[in-house]
């Protein structure tokens, strides 16, 4: 019903930045809240950074003043911008959001993810 396309990904080099960008499309009633995940290989998946409707932003200390999310309510997109990248970076980023198709149900999206590499 639903789907997110992930783009932006590629290689970087540390202290670089890139620019990941996601859109969602379907049978959208309403989005509640976005978010970037990211998973290296061997590692659990986690949260890189999170926005709600209403703009409330979130970010885990690993990159909180390096990341920025930002949505468009209109085009139902999401962006990360992510500057001073670091090896420790590495990893497949994932889109993620909340989406209502009724009034009366929500439910939880993925992307089907994006290549981050960040090596010299």
């Known amino acids: 019903q639903v789907q997110l396309v992930e783009s932006g990904g590629g290689l970087v080099q540390p202290g670089g930045s890139l620019r990941l960008s996601c859109a969602a499309s379907?049978?959208?009633?309403?989005?509640?809240?976005m978010g970037w995940y990211r998973q290296a290989p061997g590692k659990e998946r986690e949260l890189v950074a999170h926005?709600?409707?209403?703009?409330?932003?979130n970010y885990p200390d690993s990159v909180k003043s390096r990341f920025t999310i930002s949505r468009d309510n209109v085009k139902n997109t999401v962006d990360l911008q992510m500057n001073s990248l670091k090896p420790e970076d590495t990893a497949v980023y994932y889109c993620n959001a909340d989406v209502s198709t009724t009034p009366f149900l929500t439910s939880n999206y993925w992307g089907q993810g994006t290549q981050v590499t960040v090596s010299s």
């Open positions: 379907g049978n959208i009633f309403n989005i509640y809240t």
């Open positions: 926005v709600t409707s209403e703009g409330k932003t």
